[in-house]
């Protein structure tokens, strides 16, 4: 009799692990390329949580709902570890959750709902209940290792070789996201910096053209940049082009440019993008260079790129609830920094212009192409240009008057770097004949006017020319198009 019942307790007890090594696998360190001391920490961390889930089988096995609820709530996230539910399920439908309540508490409401579900199916079915439960977790979790798109092999980062292809004119176009114009919404409200007078006196260094005047004809990217790169200046932006640009059924791209004819008229191309928008697929791309966290980048000065930040923004990057809502309390209270969205790119901003300094130099490319977020809210950086944590995790909190100060301050920010890589670059490659572009796809769409969604920064330096303040009214599609079509 006692055999038996100690054949049944293991049975018990295997059952009640396999619950738990199912669903806290951590399948983010499998997926995306983490430093082994980083996967030695977590492998550690799981392997003292193990331990606390076998102590409390001692104290939880007898009193059977309490049982059922702890084994309910691991199973639950088991579910969302491995269906990444806040990323692939909350996110895409962020615009109508946010009407009704912050996204986090809405994850957490979604993660209560599956716990009670799961509660009273153990309660109801016993044994039964968890062996069902535990099959559809384990299910979901090869699913997940072996058939989805989440891993760096599906990343569209590539380098071609080229034979005897030596390029001394260069085109380097830099578009930086949401970057405010002069006289915008951002310049007509700006106590902190007068980076009108200042991006006139970067076009002056330089003998670069500058327009006063110039708006997108759309207020969305996809709309915007699809326009700009197919020399488009028709103003109808109701909806995308697909003929242009369309959905991309990956995890690393939301939009994928179906034709580029800016690009056609190179040889050779390099190009350097965000998650947004993959550029990469046109045949004259020689190099693709995707933003990623897991590259080693060199980041700027109180950017927190240490293990803590490694390790939540691995596990936030998978997309699971209970990963964001962490990772978004260790953000707040400014322990981490974020590697995502402009986060990221504002810290890696200055390696990214060494990277393209390296294309420069290495004759390869005729054209070399850059779309970056280090102008994007949230904002980053400080009035000495260092990053701050603190303002970006804060952003949705602050008032439209302070989202103001931080577009102006980082507009200075990134002009300032590129001020500095452009006096280098110029210096450094005499020679050459270089032409570079800085514009921005949309204003900071703070509000629906004109001077806020659509005036947008544009600046020409061309071979032999000379400084140009351009007043008149245009739009970056006209002259983008007046610059390259012919």
């Given at each position: 009799m006692n055999f038996i019942k100690n054949i049944k307790s293991l049975k018990n007890k295997i059952l009640y692990n396999l619950v738990f090594l199912c669903s806290a696998f951590p399948i983010w360190l499998i997926k995306f390329n983490i430093e082994l001391t980083l996967n030695l920490i977590v492998i550690l961390v799981i392997t003292l949580l193990f331990f606390l889930h076998n102590y409390l089988y001692l104290h939880l096995y007898n009193k059977k709902k309490l049982y059922y609820l702890y084994l309910a709530f691991i199973l639950t996230l088991g579910i969302d570890n491995s269906l990444s539910l806040f990323s692939d399920v909350i996110a895409p439908n962020f615009e109508n959750i946010i009407k009704i309540t912050n996204l986090y508490f809405f994850g957490l409401i979604v993660l209560i709902l599956i716990c009670t579900i799961i509660s009273f199916l153990l309660v109801y079915l016993g044994s039964k209940g968890i062996i069902i439960a535990l099959t559809f977790v384990l299910t979901l979790l090869v699913q997940t290792l072996f058939f989805s798109d989440k891993t760096l092999k599906n990343f569209p980062d590539f380098e071609i070789a080229q034979i005897n292809n030596y390029n001394d004119k260069i085109t380097i176009v830099l578009i930086m996201d949401q970057m405010a114009g002069l006289n915008s919404d951002a310049s007509k409200n700006n106590n902190i910096n007068n980076f009108d007078d200042y991006a006139l006196g970067f076009s002056k260094k330089f003998n670069a053209n500058i327009f006063t005047n110039i708006y997108s004809l759309c207020g969305k990217t996809d709309q915007s940049i699809s326009k700009l790169l197919n020399f488009d200046t028709n103003d109808n932006c109701t909806k995308s082009n697909k003929k242009l640009i369309s959905k991309k059924n990956n995890f690393f791209n939301e939009y994928v440019m179906l034709k580029n004819?800016?690009?056609?008229?190179?040889?050779?191309?390099?190009?350097?993008?965000?998650?947004?928008?993959?550029?990469?697929?046109?045949?004259?791309?020689?190099?693709?260079?995707?933003?990623?966290?897991?590259?080693?980048?060199?980041?700027?000065?109180?950017?927190?790129?240490?293990?803590?930040?490694?390790?939540?923004?691995?596990w936030k990057h998978h997309g699971s609830i209970l990963a964001n809502i962490k990772w978004k309390f260790l953000l707040y209270y400014n322990f981490i920094d974020s590697f995502e969205q402009s986060g990221g790119e504002k810290g890696s901003f200055v390696s990214l212009l060494e990277n393209v300094e390296k294309d420069i130099k290495s004759n390869k490319y005729d054209l070399i192409f850059v779309h970056s977020l280090a102008t994007h809210s949230p904002y980053g950086f400080d009035i000495n240009c260092k990053y701050d944590g603190k303002k970006y995790a804060n952003y949705r909190n602050l008032s439209d008057e302070k989202k103001i100060e931080g577009q102006n301050i980082d507009r200075y920010c990134s002009l300032n770097f590129l001020e500095k890589f452009f006096k280098r670059v110029l210096l450094n490659n005499e020679k050459k004949d270089i032409q570079f572009l800085i514009l921005s796809d949309h204003g900071t769409r703070l509000t629906e006017h004109e001077d806020s969604y659509l005036k947008t920064f544009f600046v020409h330096k061309g071979k032999n020319k000379n400084f140009k303040k351009i007043d008149s009214r245009t739009t970056i599609q006209t002259v983008f198009s007046d610059i390259f079509k012919n």
């Open positions: 004819s800016f690009f056609d008229k190179f040889n050779s191309v390099s190009v350097f993008q965000n998650y947004f928008l993959d550029y990469c697929t046109n045949k004259k791309v020689y190099k693709c260079d995707q933003y990623n966290q897991f590259k080693k980048y060199e980041y700027i000065q109180n950017f927190k790129n240490n293990n803590l930040s490694k390790i939540f923004g691995a």
